[in-house]
T-cell receptor, first 113, second 113 residues
Framework: ETGVTQTPRHLVMGMTNKKSLKCEQH?????MYWYKQSAKKPLELMFV???????ENNSVPSRFSPECPNSSHLFLHLHTLQPEDSALYLC????????????FGEGSRLTVL | QQQVKQSPQSLIVQKGGISIINCAYE??????FPWYQQFPGKGPALLIA?????SEKKEGRFTISFNKSAKQFSLHIMDSQPGDSATYFC????????????FGKGTLLTVNP
């Protein structure tokens, strides 16, 4: 495996479900990010982790809960989501936090029914 | 002040033509301006980037032009090819402890054969 891998690629869940998105980076980077991509909107930064410590929480609702157990893995735990949360969730990594050189995964397409 | 305004929203160019995408920003603290390219079903990938100490950067058929006084920068794709058809995002960051990479809304480029 190379780069940044995300699983699952597609996820459909009801509003009462609990699910998790997984991200793994194989680049030896020190920072990992979750971004939300919705149609016709700029990419929205959700969370930033630097060396496993959360350094940014961009006013994200508590129904999204990140977890970074080590510098290579990042999770996004989802519970009681709303239909407007349907989007492409992108994981990214960079050598250093604050670097504009992000390496993105292919994303997890989430549909909330 | 954190916004990056990108235009046009969509662009159709004939093969061999020049594609031009423009971005404007307000925050004078921004000091790194990357462009990302995203193909359908893939995550964004860093294409080319510039810092404000130069007015132009060229990599192959891709050139960034930067106008610091006007707070504008643009991406030029020379000899556009059908394989260049993708969504292009401009972005900006001030780096350091500011972890946020501010993205434009994207431009869908279609290059007709």
């Amino acid at each position: 495996e190379t780069g940044v891998t995300q699983t699952p690629r597609h996820l459909v869940m009801g509003m009462t479900n609990k699910k998790s998105l997984k991200c793994e980076q194989h680049l030896g980077h020190n920072a990992m990010y979750w971004y939300k991509q919705s149609a016709k909107k700029p990419l929205e930064l959700m969370f930033v982790y630097s060396l496993e410590e959360r350094v940014e929480n961009n006013s994200v609702p508590s129904r999204f809960s990140p977890e970074c157990p080590n510098s290579s893995h990042l999770f996004l735990h989802l519970h009681t989501l709303q239909p407007e949360d349907s989007a492409l969730y992108l994981c990214a990594s960079s050598q250093d936090p604050g670097s504009g050189e992000l390496f993105f995964g292919e994303g997890s397409r989430l549909t909330v029914l | 002040q954190q916004q990056v305004k990108q235009s046009p929203q969509s662009l159709i160019v004939q093969k061999g033509g020049i594609s031009i995408i423009n971005c404007a920003y307000e925050n004078t603290a921004f000091d790194y301006f990357p462009w990302y390219q995203q193909f359908p079903g893939k995550g964004p990938a860093l294409l080319i980037a510039i810092r404000p100490d130069v007015s132009e950067k060229k990599e192959g058929r891709f050139t960034i032009s930067f106008n610091k006084s006007a707070k504008q920068f643009s991406l030029h794709i020379m000899d556009s090819q059908p394989g260049d058809s993708a969504t292009y995002f401009c972005a900006a960051t001030s780096g350091g402890s500011n972890y946020k990479l501010t993205f434009g809304k994207g431009t869908l480029l279609t290059v007709n054969p």
